[in-house]
DNA sequence: CCCGCATCTTGCCGCCGACAAGATAGGGGC
DNA sequence: GCCCCTATCTTGTCGGCGGCAAGATGCGGG
C-alpha cells in the first residue's frame, strides 16, 4: 500500500483510506490546538479526510475513544518530555526546577492535547476511563526520582516523605498550568501584562519549592 | 406573584413561569453538580421545569451565557468561603492553612461549579467571556491578604515579593484541587485509598506551603 | 481462485442549540 | 377603568451532531 502522509485526504477514487485511525488522530490533535476541544467533531473529522461520516466509529466506539487515544498519546510525549528535561540537567535542583519548568512548557506547547490529558470529558465519565496515566505514570516516576535526587542532599532522613513532596511539587505546576490555559489570570489582564505576571508566579513557584526542600524538616501544619 | 421555589416545574395551566431564571440557574447548579457539565442541556432544563425549550433563551443568551451565570455565583460563594475560613483563625500560619483547605474543601464540596469556573467552557472560547474573578477578586484578595499576614511575621523584608507568593500558594492548592477533580489519581487507584492519598499530598503541600513561608530569603531559581 | 473479514458506504434516528414569528399576560400611563 | 406596551413564553423550523443498522468494497490468506 503506497504510504502516504496520514492526514491526507482520501483520493476520490480510493475506496479504502488505509491510515485512517492515524490520520484521524492526526487531524484531532490539530483541530484540538488550534480550536479545542468543544470544536472536536468526529463528522467534521470524516469530512476533513474525504471519507463517510460513520468511518470514524470503525476505529474509535465513539467520540470519547478518541479522546482517550489522545490522551494516551499525549501522555506519552508528557512523560518524555519529562524525562528529557530531567537528563539534561546534573545538579538536583536544578533538575527538579527543569522538569517543574518542562511540565508548564508542555502545557503551553500543547494546550490542547494537555486539556485533553487532564481536563474534565476522561474523567466526568461514569465510569471514567482511566487514562493510562496512574500514579506508576512515567511523568510521576521522573518526578518523584528528582524529588528523591533532591531529599538525598538535602534531608536524607526525609525519605520516606519522598512522595508528599512529589505531590506537592505536581500540584504546583500543575496549578500553574491549568491556571495559564483556563485560570482568570489570561481573561482579566492584557496578553503581554498577564503573560509577564505569569512567569514571575512560576519563578516564584519554583523558588518556594526550592526553599522548602532546602528548609530542615518543619513540624506538618495542625490537621484539622 | 405567589412566591414558589424558583425550582419548581411551572404550574399546568399558567403561561408565565415567572421565576424562570433563578429557576434555570438553581436547575442548572443541580445538574452539574449531579451529572456534570457535559450533561447541561437548555432543553433539557426546560423540559424539567415544565417550560417550552425557547424558554430559556429569553433569560440567557446561549449555553454559554448560563453557565457564565453559574461561575459568576460560584466565584461570589468561593471568595465568602475563603474569606469565612481566613476570619475564623488568628495565627498567621494556620490562617494559610485554613483558606488553602478551604480551597481545595470548595472544589471537593461542589466539583461541577468549580469545574465550571476554572474549566476550559468558558476559556476556550473566542473571545472568552471573562468570568468575573480577575486577579483582583475576592478570592485572590483573601488569599493575598493572608500571604501578606504571614510575611509580615517571619520576613517584613520579603513584603514585595507576596504576589508572587500568594501565586504559588494559589497553584498548589488549585493544583491539588484540579489533580483530584480530574487528574489520574482517583480514575488509577480504588477510592479509599485514592482519597487517602490525596489527603496525604494535600497535608505535604501545605506543609510544603509553610516549609517555604518559614524559611528566610534564597535566591530564587536560575532563570532558564 | 475465492472466500472471509476488515474497512468504508449510505441511510436513518433522536437530541441539541439557535432562530423566527406568534400568543399571552401583567402593569404603567392615561 | 381601560388600553397598550413590553417582558415573557409558545410553536415551528433548520442544520449539525453522535450513534446505530445494513449494505458495498476490496485486501489478503487459504
Redesign the pocket.
Same mark, same amino acid.
Given at each position: 500500500?503506497p504510504r502516504r502522509p496520514s492526514t491526507a485526504r482520501?483520493p476520490a /477514487? $480510493?475506496?479504502?483510506? /488505509? !491510515? =485512517?485511525?492515524h490520520a484521524l488522530l492526526d487531524a484531532a490533535a490539530a483541530v484540538v490546538e488550534r480550536e479545542g476541544i468543544g470544536a =472536536? #467533531? =468526529? $463528522? !467534521?473529522?470524516? $469530512?476533513r479526510l /474525504?471519507? #463517510?461520516? &460513520? &468511518?470514524p466509529? @470503525? @476505529?474509535? &466506539?465513539? $467520540?470519547?475513544?478518541l479522546l482517550a487515544a489522545l490522551a494516551a498519546d499525549g501522555y506519552a510525549r508528557f512523560g518524555a518530555a519529562l524525562a528529557d528535561a530531567a537528563r539534561r540537567e546534573r545538579d538536583p535542583f536544578e533538575r527538579l526546577f527543569a522538569v517543574g519548568r518542562a511540565y508548564v512548557q508542555f502545557a503551553l506547547d500543547h494546550p490542547g492535547r494537555f486539556r485533553v490529558m487532564f481536563g474534565r470529558e476522561l474523567s466526568e465519565l461514569d465510569p471514567p476511563p482511566c487514562p493510562p496515566e496512574p500514579e506508576g505514570g512515567a511523568a510521576w516516576q521522573v518526578l518523584l526520582d528528582t524529588v528523591r535526587g533532591v531529599l538525598e542532599v538535602t534531608a536524607p532522613e526525609r525519605r520516606a516523605d519522598a512522595e508528599g513532596v512529589a505531590f506537592a511539587c505536581w500540584a504546583t505546576v500543575h496549578g500553574a498550568a491549568m491556571l495559564w490555559l483556563d485560570g482568570p489570570l489570561r481573561a482579566a489582564l492584557p496578553p503581554a501584562e498577564a503573560r509577564a505576571r505569569f512567569e514571575a508566579g512560576l519563578e516564584a513557584s519554583l523558588a518556594m519549592i526550592g526553599a522548602a526542600l532546602r528548609a530542615p524538616g518543619r513540624p506538618p501544619p495542625r490537621r484539622r
Open positions: 500500500m482520501k /477514487g $480510493r475506496y479504502h483510506h /488505509g !491510515e =485512517l485511525r =472536536l #467533531s =468526529l $463528522r !467534521e473529522l470524516a $469530512r /474525504g471519507v #463517510s461520516h &460513520a &468511518a466509529a @470503525h @476505529h474509535f &466506539a465513539d $467520540r470519547t475513544a
